[in-house]
């Protein structure tokens, strides 16, 4: 018979699939319109839109790792409420405001709330599923993930034709329910969190700071892992940013039939699910756990064709052969987030994991900071395509990274005290 913690436990799984499902389909209904809100609407010119992300990364860079550390400290699962509510009023406000100011303050918001989801989520169903399983859960909440997002897609699409704020708001309005959901139905059982006696000093966030730091610097997969945040920052506020302005500016929708450009964005998202969709379940399937030279092989090539996919896109004068690149680089990035937390997972120790993944985002927030605004200048000064172009050299450097995770597998997997200079 199974205990009465061994069934709660259990119940983390579909919890963390409630999750993933009702954040995507949140993220969604905002994201379908809100490029085609900031660009027709609220007319934020190239450096405008790379700022809006900029400011957000550098909310990020300051909140990410106190909010990791209290994740760490005190309770993920009440750190995993809090952002998701914060993102929820975010959207609220960027979607019932059409200003660029009311458009800064709500990433201030969501780059708040983001922090405290950060690194929480992975470590709080790692914890309750145990590392054995969390790379299939991993997958699998990323499929849900996607099956969510193409539900939303229509939604999102239908309401924005009606009025494109519509879908905004209600993205907000549906992430401050799934907050008040998992307020009643989230389990937290794998994590022992600091004792009451202990809390009133900020030693022991600072320990724990200070413990996954020493684990990041003493270990070369995490030292690897860092690195690749990093040039994945510094490359990805460019493309995320500029790619609906580029196609709305440089190409001329087909004539075919006459449709609104957020229905062509709408049908752009449904393809781009059902592709994603599909190549992830291949990928989980054929991904065994304990593979992790298997892992850092996919990874690699993965990020080779992801940087020529970033060029073709930036490049070409041909709406369709946009379109396919465009596809090609959200179909490699789904498929990459969950193997990359697969792979690095079971290398961080579950008492500082949330705070090496906090740490992370961290640095990816410099590297987007960093970034982001030199190629939105790019952008404005030169053309989009030149900054989209800029981008993917910026994450050229990551297939260095991945190539020495795969020439070091033997020294670098988990159990295996990793000590050698990052740079040998």
């Not at 405290?116 to 790692?126: K, L, P, V």
């Not at 790019?378 to 994450?395: E, H, K, P, Y």
Request: aromatic share 10%.
């Amino acid at each position: 018979m199974l205990t009465s913690a061994s069934q709660t436990k259990k119940s983390a799984y579909p919890v963390y699939l409630l999750l993933t499902g009702l954040t995507a389909l949140s993220f969604t209904l905002v994201f379908t319109v809100n490029m085609i809100y900031q660009v027709t609407v609220v007319e934020l010119n190239p450096l405008q839109l790379v700022l809006v992300g900029t400011l957000l990364e550098g909310t990020v860079f300051v909140f990410e790792v106190p909010t990791g550390i209290v994740a760490d400290v005190y309770s993920r699962r009440l750190s995993i409420i809090i952002g998701v509510c914060l993102t929820g009023i975010a959207f609220v406000v960027e979607g019932s405001i059409p200003a660029f100011a009311a458009v800064l303050i709500a990433q201030v918001l969501w780059g708040i709330g983001y922090t405290f989801t950060s690194g929480a989520t992975e470590a709080w169903i790692a914890d309750e599923v145990g590392d054995e399983r969390a790379g299939d859960v991993f997958m699998r909440g990323s499929q849900i993930g996607m099956i969510a997002g193409l539900v939303g897609i229509p939604i999102s699409t239908g309401l924005g034709y009606v009025h494109i704020q519509l879908p905004i708001i209600l993205g907000g309005v549906s992430f401050l329910l799934l907050g008040i959901v998992l307020r009643w139905i989230m389990p937290e059982t794998g994590f022992m969190p600091t004792p009451p006696d202990e809390r009133e000093s900020w030693r022991t966030m600072v320990q724990t700071f200070r413990a996954g730091l020493r684990l990041i610097r003493g270990r070369t997969i995490l030292l690897i892992f860092v690195g690749i945040t990093l040039f994945y920052g510094l490359s990805s506020e460019g493309f995320d940013r500029l790619w609906t302005a580029h196609i709305l500016e440089d190409f001329t929708f087909p004539d075919v039939i006459d449709l609104k450009p957020v229905v062509w964005f709408g049908l752009i998202g449904v393809v781009k699910s059902v592709l994603a969709l599909g190549v992830t379940e291949i990928v989980r399937r054929r991904l065994q756990a304990g593979q992790f030279s298997g892992m850092a092989r996919l990874l690699l090539v993965a990020n080779a064709l992801l940087i020529l996919a970033i060029w073709m896109f930036g490049l070409t004068g041909s709406f369709w052969i946009a379109l396919i690149a465009y596809l090609t680089v959200r179909v490699l990035q789904g498929v990459s987030g969950p193997v990359f937390t697969a792979w690095i997972n079971p290398h961080i120790d579950s008492k500082v994991r949330a705070t090496v993944y906090s740490m992370a985002g961290q640095v990816d927030a410099i590297g987007q900071v960093a970034g982001g605004p030199g190629v939105g200048y790019i952008g404005s000064a030169w053309s989009i395509r030149a900054a989209l172009v800029a981008g993917g050299i910026l994450l050229s450097p990551v297939l260095w990274l991945f190539g020495y995770a795969v020439r070091h597998e033997a020294t670098i997997t988990p159990g295996v005290p990793a000590v050698e200079p990052a740079g040998d």
